[in-house]
């Protein structure tokens, strides 16, 4: 069973000045990261006197060309560009749930898809409010939550590791991006074996390293209990 995006969250719509910002806290399309990297320092802050506000928990996504796969899970107050969608998670929604149907692939193909414009798309806000969602009450929303937040600790601690060694075959340069719920039926397929797999694609080349991770027993304890509907 599905539902739409309208269901489980809103847009934001609070204002805040510019001047109780910081190079920290406030977040435009230019200083968030492609493919899911996250946020990194503003270079300046708005003329303007204020700005559109954000709030810990909230769901940043970039509304510009999203195929570029601009996302933030916030981890404070803050502000951010008009240009920046900030998806709040309604009430009885599992906020880290609602990050990660944002960061899925589908996602950001479904907002690709029903954008506006051709040289600098922009995402079509109503559109985009139709996606379809799974069905998911709240327990299962946070048992979600935490296992996909965990596997995507575990990545980011191997990333020293691993994947360095992984490099794109043209560049040399290493690539290295989370895919939660990508993985998400490999997890559930791979429960009885005690072990995720995920991976990693080597620039333009169709090569794909498939790693095995062993998985805690309280982590198949909660990946036992989801549902496989809407995967």
Known sequence: MASKLIDICGYA???IAVAGLTDQTYISTENMLPNKGGVKTATS???????????KNDVLVSNIRPYF???WHAECDGGCSNDVLVFRAAE????????YVL?????FNYATATSKGTKMPRGDKSAIMEYSVPDFDIDVQRKIGVLLRSIDQRIAVNSTTIIPS??????GRARARPRTLVL?????????????????SCGSSNLIWWVQHPIPSWERQIMSSIPAVGL
């Not at 802050?45 to 709030?55: D, G, I």
């Not at 960061?103 to 996602?107: M, Q, V």
Request: charged letters at 30%; one cysteine or more; glycine letters at 4%.
């Open 13 to 15: 719509k609070e204002k």
């Open 45 to 55: 802050l708005p003329s303007a006197e204020n700005t559109q506000a954000y709030r």
């Open 69 to 71: 796969k601009k996302i």
């Open 92 to 99: 009885g929604v599992d906020p880290t749930y609602l990050y």
């Open 103 to 107: 960061a899925d692939d589908n996602f």
């Open 166 to 171: 992984m490099r794109n075959c043209s560049t």
């Open 184 to 200: 998400w039926v490999s997890v559930i397929s791979t429960i009885e074996r005690g072990e995720v797999r995920f991976c990693c």
